[in-house]
C-alpha cells in the first residue's frame, strides 16, 4: 500500500514502542510515556508507603495548625471585647472625675469671692 507521499502505510506502526515492566510482562504502549506493573517490588512499596505516611503527617499538621489558629482567634477576641469593656469603663470614670473637678473649681471660686466679700465687709466694719 502506497500512499500519495510515497510511504507505505505500514511505516506508521513501526515507532510502536515495546516496554517491559517490573513485573516481566511486555506491554506495548503507543505513547511510551508509562510502565504498568501488575505488583510493585520492595523499594516502590515502601516509598509509597513512606509518601503516604508523610501525605497524613502533613495533613495532621495542618488541621493543627488550623486548630491553633482558630483558638487564638477566640481567644484574642474574647481579650479585645475585655479591654473594649475597661477602656469604655475609664472612659466613662474619667467623665464623671472631669465633671467633679469642674464642680469643685466652680465652688472653690465661689468661696473665694464670698471670703473675699466677708473680707471687705469686716473691713468697713472696722
Excluded: P
Excluded at 515507532?15 to 511486555?26: M, Y
Excluded at 505488583?39 to 495533613?59: F, N, P, Q, W
Excluded at 488550623?66 to 474619667?94: D, G, M, P, S, Y
Aim: charged share 25%; hydrophobic share 35%.
Amino acid at each position: 500500500m502506497h500512499r500519495e507521499d510515497g510511504k507505505r502505510a505500514d511505516d506508521v506502526y513501526e515507532n510502536i514502542d515495546v516496554i517491559t515492566g517490573r513485573s516481566g510482562k511486555e506491554i506495548t504502549d503507543h505513547n511510551a510515556s508509562r510502565i504498568q506493573s501488575s505488583e510493585l517490588t520492595g523499594s516502590d512499596g515502601v516509598k509509597i508507603r513512606s509518601s503516604r505516611a508523610a501525605a497524613v503527617c502533613l495533613v495532621l499538621l495542618c488541621v493543627l495548625l488550623l486548630t491553633a489558629v482558630i483558638v487564638l482567634c477566640v481567644t484574642f477576641t474574647q481579650e479585645r471585647q475585655q479591654l473594649l469593656t475597661k477602656i469604655t469603663n475609664h472612659t466613662e470614670e474619667r467623665d464623671q472625675l472631669l465633671t467633679n473637678n469642674t464642680n469643685l473649681i466652680q465652688l472653690n471660686v465661689q468661696f473665694n469671692q464670698e471670703k473675699n466679700e466677708l473680707s471687705k465687709l469686716i473691713q468697713g466694719i472696722l
